[in-house]
């Protein structure tokens, strides 16, 4: 990633924190260290050494939920009805043919359409650790370095998830097949492991992630977690993403993943939920109690058919709400954003349950929270100047008013991104990667 460049941008309308719309005539001055300086909305007439940018200027916008390497299955999952079994046998074939050199491609592609897509900052959710057997690398934590540097080249920050996955099923079925090259054997082990990997370079950060409580036994969940308190980083999980993993939870050990992972000390405010979908009205109280947050991923759960969540009592009960791409299905968070709504609206048949101010930090600042990068997110003076300029002029924008873009964009939208105070995206094209090409040609490397 190349140094950052200081500068002024004059966005005609820029989304300001806490204001319930965009403010007019920004000005915006960028630091050499790729921070924020000061931010003056009401400026009509730009200063002649600033760049003008035309459309609504947000703060980046945060995926808190990733796997890279599904972005090859877009579009190759529907055959036979593409049920979650379809889904999920095509997912094992593309884990089985990755190594690390076709994963930095794949991940570089996929980042770099993020890049596009207007998002400065990604949560990998990582489990591919191992050969395909199982057996280590020579260096056990080279894919966790291929995600790292795919990061590195598309122009974005990340945050890995080194992600605990241990069993096959909630009573402890061994891994096996594709699944071999998830697991480290226990949560010592896997700890061992991600504590031995440094993250290269600054735009990038190593977290914890425990992949369910059907793949980690509930006697290492504590580990897992000490492990990412210990560091003061963030921890992330899927839960209740579907009805069966609450059944067999339920069978096995008398209790919901959600009370499960409670008893376990797994809650509270540096941990993510990604989906929770199928929660009892228990399950939804002490996750808000606790600070818990909750990564929503529309797409990919109407894509999976795993259905709609109770994100609007979540946030209600104090859970912060982020999103993410998950499986890549769609890459545009203006669409993960207004689905939280949307969505609602067929599941309750009722309109009115999130404003366009609560999608932007949806989109943006919880995110970025989530994965550890606080200081991301809003447009505010000492932040990181990640700026995100989207078209109100295309087929799609025309004639909506700054303050409704959550419902009219999309990710074919944006022109200009920053990413810590260096430009990544000019005129709706990445600086330095052809990104139809790259997707192309890695997606075809593990797919033919």
């Given amino acids: 990633m190349t140094a950052p460049a200081s500068g002024r941008y ?27 300086g000061t931010i003056t909305p009401g400026v009509p007439v730009p200063p002649p050494d600033a760049r003008r940018l035309p459309g609504l200027t947000l703060p980046g916008l945060a995926n808190a939920h990733s796997h890279a390497f599904h972005r090859a299955l877009r579009g190759r999952s529907h055959g036979n009805r593409g049920d979650f079994w379809a889904w999920r046998t095509g997912m094992y074939a593309v884990a089985d043919r990755l190594d690390p050199e076709r994963y930095l491609a794949l991940a570089r592609a996929a980042y770099a359409e993020m890049a596009l897509a207007g998002i400065t900052c990604v949560g990998e959710f990582h489990y591919l650790h191992h050969t395909p057997d199982g057996t280590p690398y020579a260096d056990p934590n080279v894919m966790s370095t291929a995600l790292v540097e795919a990061a590195a080249q598309a122009g974005i920050r990340l945050t890995l998830l080194d992600t605990c996955y241990l069993t096959a099923t909630v009573d402890g079925k061994p891994l096996t097949g594709p699944q071999l090259r998830f697991g480290d054997g226990d949560a010592a082990r896997w ?7 440094t993250p290269a370079g600054p735009h990038a950060r190593l ?7 059907r ?16 560091r ?6 899927h839960l209740s993403e579907q009805p069966a993993e609450n059944e067999a ?50 797409t990919t759960e109407r894509d999976l058919a795993d259905g709609v969540g109770p994100v609007r009592e979540l946030a209600d009960e104090g859970s912060p709400i982020s999103l993410g791409s998950d499986s890549h299905a769609v890459v545009d968070l203006f669409e993960e954003a207004r689905a939280l709504e949307l969505d609602l609206r067929l599941a309750t048949l009722a309109r009115g349950h999130f404003t366009p101010a609560e999608l932007l930090p949806a989109a943006t600042a919880t995110g970025h929270a989530a994965l550890g990068w606080p200081d991301a997110g809003r447009l505010t003076p000492g932040g990181r100047a990640d700026l995100v300029t989207v078209r109100l002029d295309s087929a799609r924008t025309a004639g909506t008013p700054p303050v409704g873009i959550f419902f009219a964009a999309g990710a074919a939208d944006v022109t200009d991104v920053l990413v810590d105070g260096r430009p990544v995206v000019r005129d709706g094209r990445h600086e330095t990667l052809d990104v139809p090409a790259e997707l192309a040609a890695a997606i075809t490397a593990v797919t033919r």
């Fill in 10 to 36: 004059h966005a005609e309308y820029a989304w300001l924190p806490d204001r319930p719309e965009p403010d007019a005539d920004v000005l915006v001055e960028v630091t050499t260290d790729g921070r924020f």
């Fill in 191 to 197: 700890a061992e492991r991600a504590a031995a990997f």
């Fill in 207 to 213: 977290g914890a992630a425990i992949h369910s409580v």
């Fill in 215 to 230: 793949a980690v036994p509930a006697d290492q969940l504590a580990e897992v977690a000490g492990w990412a308190a210990d």
């Fill in 232 to 237: 003061a980083a963030p921890l992330h999980l």
């Fill in 249 to 298: 939870c339920l069978a096995y050990h008398g209790k919901s993943p959600t009370a499960l992972l409670a008893e376990a000390g797994v809650l509270g405010p540096a941990t993510t939920a990604v989906h929770a979908t199928h929660l009892t009205g228990p399950d939804v109280r002490a996750l808000g109690r606790s600070g818990t947050g909750a990564c929503v991923c529309p």
